[in-house]
């Protein structure tokens, strides 16, 4: 009997064995991973440090750009003591009290999810919002830290900036201008800090911890001079409502280096409020409207002529005396007064468009297309920011007769703003086409990497770009009577273009525009403005005074000194 | 000889466990302080940045230019240029 009671013992003990060992390896090996995984989560708290977005300044710098601390408001539907319409109704009073009802549903829509724990409601939340939600002491409401774009000077420059929205996955992503062209330097990359807690959440001072640092994103300096680009903004604010233009845009850049100082466009938008801006006002015109530029592409032709040596600023134009009659057109002057044998200087002086189809009939088809592309003309200009847009040239054999007479006075041909500064800037930079730049540093936490002047291609001789500067010059102080700083010679051309519409010019709709620049004998600066539809038509009376009183405080604001 | 050693290593081995049970004990309580000083960190680094959105905001061409316009001033109608004074030394020359 004994002996039976010993053997159950030692069977029980060995199936009690068996299943220890058993129960061990299943624990240990076959679901250790997952009880490894288990029990981190439980012992480790992992949070995801979001690396810092890279501040975007201007040449003084003064963050243009920055961050500043956001919170995403979120729900936890089991914890929510409130009736969900209700609580839709008081967040929506505090978040959008302008579209309650269309909020309200957006809110109540997210709510009713059957198949969320955590429903985020609201991102990039303002901190005093934040605490107005607070106040409201709803019970399964939280609140997650984030950062969001934050610009000190409001929308300057917005369209050249861009701005900073979310990826289909909700990352943040830099969409147009500068945020777009440079969103994988600005962005950085995110960190892991794990560290070991007690039962009740504290970390365990001499637990294990990990600590995977974030890598910030660049600070990118730029070239814009934030003086310049405050006044630009409102002088050319100032012009378009005194001319009752629909918008317009302006442009300053060093003709030395490409280094773009101010870039200015209205109307425009705020970028701290993209979500609810009307969308087509996203791209930066000056780099993605194309437009045909009118007389102010006189100067080009005029020089692609005198560099190849077919005429010389004293030739005269012997076909300059009445309206030219081409194929079925007939090519006037803008005033409907003629000059019989004027120079090529008062060609461009009295923007006389017979003038210039004499112009390009002496360079030819062929020649002028040549020098057009040289001048970057159809091609996009490199500028660092999103959004270049261009209109290629037509090849040679799609040009008729005609084309080469309207190219020549600017009209028939497409451009960029962008285009036709950097094709003046060539001749301001002794005939070198540069590459505009807008970015010229971009920074790390140990180093900094500076852009430099890229020249693209020599387009004209050093010889030509003083001719026609010289001419350039004539054109501004005999071409109008305009209210100019004293003190400066200024090289520039007025333009006017009427807008084509469904296969035909509109008188009445015009684009307006001055390029030009200074001091003629060393240029500091080349500057484009133009208006689209002002009520007076001509440039010569709309923008030219707005260019001359914007280079006035140009002289100023770059320590410029008069010369006589 | 051997038991006074034996009772030397027990009176170590004794010591070195109270010590370890006090700085097991001031170790458990510094996690808490730990916290509060992270809490702190947090909120200290917060009010910077919010600071620090302030002056940016006050030091904005356009808070300046307003408050400029507010406060009556008006742009310099008039620049006159100065042109440095020429060295002694050169002025024999003219």
Redesign the interface.
Known sequence: MKEWRLQTLRFCFLVFGVLVVFRLFYWQVISGEKLQALAESQHFTSEEIQARRGQILTSDEFPLVTNRKAYLIFAQPAQLDMDKAELALRLTSVLDPQKIEETKEEILEKLERKDLVWIPLARKVNREIKEEVEKLEINGLGFEEEEKRFYPEGSMSAQMLGFVGQDLGGLDKGYFGVEGFYNRSLEGKPGLHRLEKDASGRPILIGETLFEDEIAGRDLKLYLNRGIQFMLEEKLLEGIERYQAKGGLAVVMEPKSGAILAMASFPSYDPAFYATADKSLFSNPVISQTFEPGSIFKPIVMAAAINEGVVSPEDKCSKCSGPRQIGEYTIETWDGQYHPDSTMTEILEHSDNVGMVYVGEKLGGQNLLAYLKNFGIGEETGIDLEGEATAPLRGESQWVPIDLATVSFGQGVAVTPIQIVRAVSAIANGGELLEPHVVAQIKTSDKELVTKPKVVRRVITQKTAKIITEMMVAAVERGGKWERPKGYRIAGKTGTAQIPIAGHYDKEKTIVSFIGFAPADNPRFVMLVTMREPALTWGSMTVAPLWFEISKELFYLLGIPPNF | MKKRTIYLIFTLVFLLAVAKVFASAR??T???A??EI?TQSQSLS?QN??LE?EI??F????RI?SEAAKLGLVQATK?V?L?PEIPIALRGSY
Request: hydrophobic residues 45%; aromatic residues 4%; negative net charge.
């Open positions: 170790l458990a510094t996690g808490t730990l916290a992270e917060g940045l919010f959105e940016l905001g030091s904005s061409l356009v230019s620049v240029g042109t």
